[in-house]
């Protein structure tokens, strides 16, 4: 259960002319705005809300097309609104003060200062509310469904808890089967690594499957990856692949554009390390899907700076981010994982062309140690994602979907 930000567009202004005008005077533009764009079990989504919802992504830099995204997720909101009511869940005031307030914190801004950044982007209050009013109250549907069919050991709140305060900086040997999730077709995807996640036992029948079905460049060698520390990985999938037995492999994690599965083939300490956390910095940049042209890009820019001199001035083909690890996106923070500082990685696309990625720096942080309340929490939702996921299915197949 997670978050992130977006862009939209100039909304507040046209409902204050609305507003202001006779009914006889509203622009057809206006009426346009608001009629439906569709309808989920009778309830209707308009085109206001795709717009605004499209702008709030392009704020968080969400990939893919986002007036699709835009759209899928306000279905999905509708259906986890739809499921609250039924089982009589709301959201309080507070909660969602609390939910606005952290979401915020996330770009180290008070509730106040992101609704201001929000408003810049021509984006109104009530699209962020919304957003989080949604995601909170299906967290307590989820809860409400199947907490008490989620069993917690001692034994799961300890290895937690090792991990998360980093006493022992612990390094995985892991391997990975990456299915591509085109637009349209997540739903496949989701269910054959589904399949495999239940039918799949052992290296070699990892091996041999991630050669058949995945897309990462790790494909002909079975899938296997190089040591990685743990503080590389972002906490859910990290603790995702620590949960695992040696040779086990991992339930569907669901990243952008993909999904992938884990086999964990080993566990090491390093017993003098400290307890950290990890922010990383990176430059991405869009370029042509063109072999000898990557290998020009990799042979001539040695560091970031270079890579985003490649770019020509051309803003909208680099960017350059730093985050916390658990704010960056899943598919982007796989691929750093891999890498050294000033090493790229080609794995990713968006539109016919490669995303490279090259990782500028990690930073250690200190973190304060979490309480054993807080680690089984965290377990708990763990557990509670893939079943949420299924469940939202269940309600996404039972639907009625309808244009006006």
Do not use: H
């Not at 909660?95 to 984006?123: C, H, I, P, W, Y």
């Not at 042979?299 to 680099?318: F, I, N, W």
């Amino acid at each position: 259960m997670r978050f992130s930000v977006l862009k939209r567009q100039a909304a507040a202004v046209a409902i204050g002319c609305v507003l202001a005008a006779p009914v006889t005077m509203v622009p057809a533009l206006a009426q346009d705005l608001f009629a439906p764009r569709l309808y989920v079990n009778d309830r209707a989504i308009t085109e206001y809300e795709v717009q605004q919802r499209a702008l709030f992504l392009r704020l968080l830099r969400a990939p893919g097309n986002l007036e699709d995204e835009a759209l899928k997720g306000l279905v999905e909101d509708r259906l986890r609104q739809t499921e609250a009511e039924r089982l009589g869940i709301k959201v309080t005031e507070k909660d969602l003060a609390d939910g606005m307030a952290e979401f915020a914190s996330r770009a180290n801004l008070t509730t106040e200062q992101f609704l201001g950044e929000l408003s810049k982007a021509d984006v109104a209050s009530e699209t962020f509310r919304d957003f989080v009013s949604a995601g909170l109250s299906w967290r307590q549907v989820v809860r409400a469904r199947f907490l008490g069919q989620v069993p917690i050991s001692e034994a799961e709140v300890d290895r937690a808890l090792e991990a998360s305060t980093r006493p022992k900086a612990l390094q995985v040997l892991a391997s990975e089967l990456v299915i591509p999730a085109e637009p349209g077709k997540e739903e496949e995807a989701l269910a054959l690594a589904q399949d495999l996640s239940d039918s799949l036992s052992g290296e070699a029948a990892f091996a041999s499957a991630a050669q058949k079905y995945s897309a990462a460049p790790t494909a002909g060698s079975g899938g296997r990856l190089d040591w990685l520390p743990l503080s590389n990985l972002p906490g859910a999938i990290g603790q995702k692949i620590l949960a695992l037995d040696t040779g086990e492999v991992s339930d569907p994690v669901t990243v952008p554009g993909a999904v992938v599965l884990f086999l964990l083939r080993d566990v090491a300490e390093d017993k003098s390390a400290e307890p950290i956390s990890v922010s990383v910095e990176w430059v991405e940049l869009l370029t042509p899907d063109d072999a000898a042209e990557i290998a020009r890009i990799r042979a001539e820019a040695d560091d970031c700076d270079m890579l985003q001199a490649e770019a020509g001035g051309q803003t909208d083909r680099v960017t350059l981010t730093k985050a916390a690890l658990g704010d960056v996106p899943g598919d982007v923070a796989l691929e750093l994982a891999k890498l050294d500082p000033n090493e790229t990685s080609v794995a990713l696309t968006r539109g016919g062309q490669r995303r490279m990625l090259m990782l500028c720096g990690r930073e250690a942080v200190l973190d304060p140690v979490p309480t054993r309340d807080q680690v089984r929490e965290q377990v708990i939702n763990q557990k509670l994602e893939g079943l949420a996921e299924s469940y939202l299915e269940e309600l996404r197949s039972a639907a009625i979907l309808r244009e006006p």
